[in-house]
């Protein structure tokens, strides 16, 4: 079957209330149409999650509470402990937006259950948000949902996370399966959100070396970058032979990114995302941060023609409803900043070598699973 791409105006709608992200849901796919891009692919309009599906990732009373939220600005003591507050403050209709935002990528799972080769949700990918809280922006984790739909199909599913903030409530969901690989790509220093995805963090119990982060330092570079995922998924495939992949491709990696730190375009990422098509298993490609709009609308609809196969994008944005934003250049390129590395080859040589020593440590080989 052909590539599928989750689409319909009420997913926008929903997706647009994020705080920081106003309208970039329909910038995104808005810039995706501009470019001819929505006739590579087929549309698929998706359903809401079930209350039994999203408690495949979130607690019952995460989920009694959403149902109350009604948009006040006041913030109860209840809200503070489900997360509702600072950068997941309160809006009306909270628990309805949770289903519209994870039914999008639940759809998109079953769409590789059903045969797909591909599926692409650019409103999902909320991988902060715990079983029973809210964080960074993220208020249902959509991606938790959609993989353990796919484990339920296919016997072992790599998490990939791109986003330059730690995956943490991805991991902390699968952190005790062999089932699900997650491999986070991330920046890692003092005070970055989240804290978390040290390279010492493999995984408990049964999963124990089933996780595997690559944390980075700040103004990583492309070459760096592409070298250290070519390399790291490499290793993955051979140890885990995933039958199904889910890849977040989160826009703050991108140079210029008001909350991210490293110093990455859209080639890049595009380069990485054609080392997952080489793999030749049904992969789902999701959203997460991005907080240059204009940017995460270029990252996203370049990604969109990388995993599509479509001919060179023209660098000229074409006219479309959302054109002034992209001045003054008004390209479709992003260039790097003229920023210093932080990294060197001997320190991600040695993040490197560290996953390694975890993977043979704790007996992650093919013939094991």
Not at 64 to 92: A, M, N, P, Q
Not at 104 to 127: P, Q
Not at 164 to 178: I, L, P, Q, R
Not at 183 to 201: C, I, M, N, R
């Amino acid at each position: 079957m052909a590539g599928i791409l989750i689409f319909s105006e009420n997913l926008l709608r929903e997706c647009n209330k994020i705080p920081n992200l106003n309208e970039r849901a329909s910038m995104i796919y808005a810039l995706i149409e501009a470019y001819g891009l929505m006739k590579h692919v087929t549309i698929q309009h998706p359903r809401r999650a079930t209350y039994e599906e999203l408690l495949l990732c979130h607690s019952e009373n995460f989920l009694r509470h959403l149902k109350t939220c009604d948009g006040s600005e006041e913030v109860t003591e209840e809200d503070e402990e489900f997360g509702l507050s600072y950068d997941c403050s309160k809006f009306s209709d909270l628990y309805q937006f949770a289903e519209v935002i994870a039914g999008g990528t639940v759809t998109a799972a079953e769409a590789l259950i059903s045969g797909s080769r591909f599926a692409i949700n650019w409103c999902g990918g909320w991988h902060h948000a715990q079983s029973d809280r809210a964080d960074g922006f993220c208020y249902v984790n959509d991606i938790v949902v959609a993989i353990q739909k796919l484990v339920s199909h296919f016997p072992r599913v790599l998490y990939v996370d791109l986003d330059v903030h730690h995956g943490d409530g991805v991991e902390n969901a699968f952190s005790c399966t062999k089932r699900v690989f997650c491999l986070s790509f991330h920046l890692h220093e003092v005070g970055f959100f989240p804290g978390t995805g040290g390279v010492d963090e493999c995984g408990f119990g049964n999963g124990k070396g089933y996780t595997a982060n690559f944390p980075y330092r700040r103004n990583i570079s492309g070459k760096r970058f592409r070298e250290s995922f070519s390399k790291t998924t490499k290793l993955i495939l051979e140890r885990f032979n995933p039958t199904a992949c889910v890849i977040q491709c989160g826009a703050d990696v991108i140079a210029g990114d008001p909350l991210g730190g490293a110093n990455l375009t859209p080639k890049d990422i595009a380069e990485c995302i054609k080392v997952v098509k080489s793999w030749n298993i049904p992969s789902l490609f999701i959203g997460g941060g991005g907080y240059n709009l204009p940017n995460a609308s270029r990252h996203f609809t370049f990604l969109t023609a990388t995993i599509c196969g479509a001919n060179e994008l023209s660098d000229d944005i074409p006219e479309h409803d959302f054109f002034n934003a992209y001045g003054p250049g008004f390209e479709l390129s992003v260039e790097q900043k003229n920023l210093k590395d932080c990294n060197t080859d001997a320190e991600l040589e040695e993040i490197y070598q560290s996953i390694v020593r975890n993977l043979d440590k704790f007996g992650v080989f093919p013939e094991k699973l």
